[in-house]
């Protein structure tokens, strides 16, 4: 009788699940979350309201922010948010694309378990189909140089037709564009360098989505710290201090003995001459605004309005190197070492109030290696959203300057991969060639997701892009504003190619990676405090 005794191997209330069952499962969970953000693609798509714990709001159809947003549990599921991070990082566009063809893709994988083809095959398959991919993907990448504005306004414009924003997606192109020109560097081999965080965005609630700017300079969050200040200087030369203007305190404790009032009257005076030398240096090196990182005295205060000298402190660092950049000014650390060569210069530094605040405006600057946006908007969820419309639009101009690539949106890219694909998978020959079918039928859940999400008939919008295709059609994609099938590369529907090439690889690595698991153990025993049962005990806990 004995080989009939139970064997517990794993603690009491631990959850396994293997085999088909646990591949399922898994694929089930990825499946919900790609479903969860499919009906926000394309220009028709719909927006999420999200509700934290907290009880703030956030309004948007931005696949990242959405499964950023939603507390997600499911381990495998977990894996296709990671898909829209990444995306999100490489290039900021792409993020709901990435996370349906990777839902998709399990899809597929699904149905050929079921008929059991080995998971290993089917991943084998999987990855031969994301290599030619890419392939086909460099074959029908268009040129753009970062001189064609027009082209890259057009990139802009794409990226944000699908969000709320696009009423004014013409204005908040322009601004996308302006911005990473200007601060875009050429490096020595000829190619382009485009640092996002050189933009700095300022949002402001109050006044309309149309009075969004670009502005020349920097803004910096402070007003002067004096009011007998000047609001406004003219043809400013800016100094940039990391050093408090403050009377030093001892570091090791000293008591010091006075013993006579005038030694007392003398310390006093002493600690005035201090903060009035530190004026004076300001002062010699020819600075007429002063941009401090730590704190500015109030005696110091009095001085510097006294000077006429615009001073403000306690700067964000962030900030600061954005105004080096933007002014050519030089961070200074120690006051002493103040010269005119450290100073920066700008047509213009002014307060101004905007909404309830006052904030410090430096504009007018010559050659800024740095820019501001400052984003207006009817109420807060409409700024947010504004401002992750704009570093979408941002992001993709930015890959766009780097690669100097394009590929066609509105489904085409997706199609042509399918097709030639398929052409592919003849060639393959194998089991293997089912995988890398089911793989190009997985890349039409792009044109099939934009067509349902605009309210037409998905089968014939691809029967008729499939013979587009065919025809040698390359461009060709669904208009869904009118329901036909166009060339998309006369639409304007540009996006940069690292958005495809992301998304396939990324798509690919996830559900390669949830298909290689048969087995998964989940522990549940001991978790704070609730005995060794665990939260969720379903049957009776041990494993024979």
Same mark, same amino acid.
């Not at 031969?128 to 753009?144: F, H, Q, S, T, W």
């Not at 089912?434 to 998905?458: C, K």
């Given at each position: 009788?004995?080989?009939?005794?139970?064997?517990?191997?794993?603690?009491?209330?631990?959850?396994?699940?293997?085999?088909?069952?646990?591949?399922?499962?898994? !694929?089930?969970? =990825?499946?919900? *979350?790609?479903?969860?953000?499919?009906?926000?693609?394309?220009?028709?798509?719909?927006?999420?309201?999200?509700?934290?714990?907290?009880?703030?709001?956030?309004?948007?159809?931005?696949?990242?922010? !959405?499964?950023?947003?939603?507390?997600?549990?499911?381990?495998?599921?977990?894996?296709?948010?990671?898909? =829209?991070?990444?995306?999100?990082?490489?290039?900021?566009?792409?993020?709901?694309?990435?996370?349906?063809?990777?839902?998709?893709?399990?899809?597929?994988?699904?149905?050929?378990?079921?008929?059991?083809?080995?998971?290993?095959?089917?991943?084998?398959?999987?990855?031969?189909?994301?290599?030619? =991919?890419?392939?086909?993907?460099?074959?029908?990448?268009?040129?753009?140089?970062?001189?064609?504005?027009?082209?890259?306004?057009?990139?802009?414009?794409?990226?944000?037709?699908?969000?709320?924003?696009?009423?004014?997606?013409?204005?908040l192109a322009d601004v996308a564009v302006r911005a990473v020109s200007a601060i875009a560097e050429k490096r020595d081999d000829g190619s382009w360098y485009v640092d996002d965080d050189n933009i700095q965005v300022v949002k402001k609630q109050g006044g309309s989505m149309d009075d969004t700017e670009m502005i020349e300079g920097i803004i910096v969050d402070k007003e002067a710290v004096h009011p007998a200040m000047a609001k406004r200087v003219e043809s400013a030369k800016i100094a940039l201090v990391d050093a408090a203007m403050e009377v030093k305190k001892t570091e090791i404790d000293a008591k010091i003995e006075i013993t006579d009032p005038s030694q007392l009257h003398a310390f006093l005076d002493e600690e005035e001459n201090m903060l009035k030398k530190m004026v004076d240096t300001v002062k010699k090196s020819g600075a007429n605004v002063l941009f401090c990182q730590k704190g500015i005295d109030d005696l110091a205060q009095h001085y510097l309005a006294k000077e006429k000298i615009y001073a403000v402190r306690r700067v964000k660092k962030s900030d600061m190197e954005k105004l080096a950049k933007a002014t050519g000014a030089n961070l200074v650390t120690k006051l002493d070492d103040l010269k005119a060569a450290d100073l920066g210069v700008a047509k213009l530094v002014e307060e101004k109030k905007i909404a309830d605040d006052r904030m410090t405006f430096v504009t007018g600057c010559k050659n800024p290696k740095a820019v501001s946006v400052l984003i207006r908007g009817g109420t807060e969820h409409v700024v947010d959203e504004i401002d992750r419309s704009l570093n979408d639009a941002i992001s993709v101009v930015s890959v766009a300057f780097e690669d100097g690539k394009l590929v066609t949106g509105g489904g085409s890219t997706a199609m042509e991969l399918?097709?030639?694909?398929?052409?592919?998978?003849?060639?393959?020959?194998?089991?293997?060639?089912? =995988? *890398?079918?089911?793989?190009?039928?997985?890349?039409?859940?792009?044109?099939?997701?934009?067509?349902?999400?605009?309210?037409?008939?998905?089968?014939?919008?691809?029967?008729?892009?499939?013979q587009a295709h065919k025809g040698g059609k390359k461009y060709a994609g669904i208009n869904v504003l009118t329901g036909k099938v166009v060339d998309m590369k006369k639409e304007k529907v540009l996006e940069p190619i690292r958005v495809g090439r992301q998304a396939i690889i990324s798509a690919t690595d996830a559900a390669v990676m949830i298909l290689r698991i048969d087995d998964v153990i989940a522990s549940k025993g001991g978790q704070g405090g609730k005995g060794a049962k665990g939260p969720d005990m379903g049957d009776e806990g041990g494993m024979d």
């Open positions: 009788m004995q080989g009939q005794t139970p064997i517990f191997i794993l603690r009491e209330g631990t959850k396994r699940e293997k085999g088909k069952g646990a591949q399922f499962n898994n !694929i089930s969970a =990825a499946r919900a *979350i790609a479903d969860a953000v499919r009906s926000t693609l394309g220009p028709r798509g719909m927006d999420k309201m999200l509700v934290d714990s907290m009880g703030d709001v956030v309004i948007t159809n931005d696949g990242v922010t !959405i499964l950023k947003e939603i507390d997600v549990e499911h381990p495998a599921a977990k894996m296709l948010v990671e898909v =829209a991070k990444t995306q999100d990082e490489e290039c900021g566009d792409g993020t709901t694309t990435a996370v349906i063809i990777a839902g998709e893709l399990l899809k597929k994988a699904e149905a050929l378990i079921e008929q059991n083809v080995h998971p290993t095959v089917i991943t084998g398959g999987y990855r031969d189909a994301a290599n030619k =991919a890419r392939e086909i993907l460099e074959g029908l990448a268009i040129k753009v140089s970062p001189d064609e504005k027009e082209t890259l306004m057009d990139i802009a414009r794409t990226s944000m037709i699908s969000k709320s924003v696009s009423s004014s997606r013409d204005l399918a097709l030639g694909l398929r052409n592919y998978a003849a060639s393959v020959g194998g089991r293997k060639q089912i =995988a *890398i079918d089911a793989f190009a039928s997985a890349m039409e859940v792009v044109p099939t997701a934009l067509s349902e999400n605009a309210g037409l008939d998905p089968i014939d919008v691809l029967i008729e892009l499939r």
